[in-house]
């Protein structure tokens, strides 16, 4: 929506703009293949296909390209807590072909927490975080972004959070153990890459994730946020 045309080519030809501006980072919406054609990115099917509603995968990397040569930072935003009906591995272990069943290995029937859309992930399975460290390395040196931003990086869990209002919570070293390994595939594919993270959870867990070198959004902490407005 950055052009009247809606296509990475078309921001490109406005990359001199945006650096005249003093821009030094843009961060994309999620661009990782999602259902249909019209949508803001947050229902994603196929992690490492960019979606084709924006162009080709030579329109990216070209994008991306002309970023750098102007100093500018790329970020992808990136869903990780969920998946729609159409990613392969829901369809495998499903009954109706629209939810998980209770022997898939990837998803979990009922979500952990209480701000789910469509199939949540399952994070402990040795082959759900295998599949996700290959896709952030993929994206760090076939396109070469610079990070990325984890979208609902809280629920990115397998423990149940209940009805948790999204503000401060108990500490969750399962999240933190998913969170570091995902940082550590990250940097070893690309030293000093990003990962900032919507976050919401307590103090602890944030301070503990900005020492490991994440960027949380710092929600709990008001003084910050009344810096950053």
Not at 55 to 62: P, S, V
Request: glycine share 6%; with cysteine.
């Amino acid at each position: 929506d950055f052009t009247p045309e809606g296509s990475v080519k078309a921001a490109t030809a406005k990359l001199d703009y945006l650096e005249a501006l003093g821009v030094n980072a843009i961060e994309l919406m999620p661009i990782q293949e999602f259902d249909g054609n019209n949508s803001w990115g947050y229902n994603p099917c196929f992690y490492f296909a960019p979606d084709k509603a924006y162009g080709t995968e030579e329109d990216y990397k070209e994008f991306i390209d002309e970023c750098h040569k102007r100093g500018i930072a790329v970020i992808l935003d990136i869903v990780l807590t969920h998946a729609t009906g159409q990613f392969p591995w829901m369809l495998m272990w499903s009954d109706d072909g629209a939810y998980p069943n209770s022997q898939n290995p990837f998803f979990n029937v009922k979500a952990k927490h209480p701000f789910n859309v469509y199939n949540d992930l399952n994070h402990n399975y040795h082959k759900t975080k295998s599949y996700f460290c290959d896709m952030l390395k993929y994206w760090l040196t076939e396109y070469k972004v610079d990070g990325y931003r984890f979208d609902l990086a809280k629920g990115i869990t397998q423990t149940d959070s209940g009805n948790d209002d999204g503000r401060c919570q108990q500490y969750d070293s399962n999240r933190i153990g998913h969170l570091k390994a995902y940082y550590d595939a990250m940097q070893q594919a690309s030293p000093g890459s990003y990962m900032i993270l919507e976050y919401f959870v307590c103090d602890r867990e944030e301070s503990e994730m900005a020492d490991y070198g994440a960027l949380p959004w710092r929600n709990s902490i008001h003084g910050y946020q009344e810096s950053v407005m």
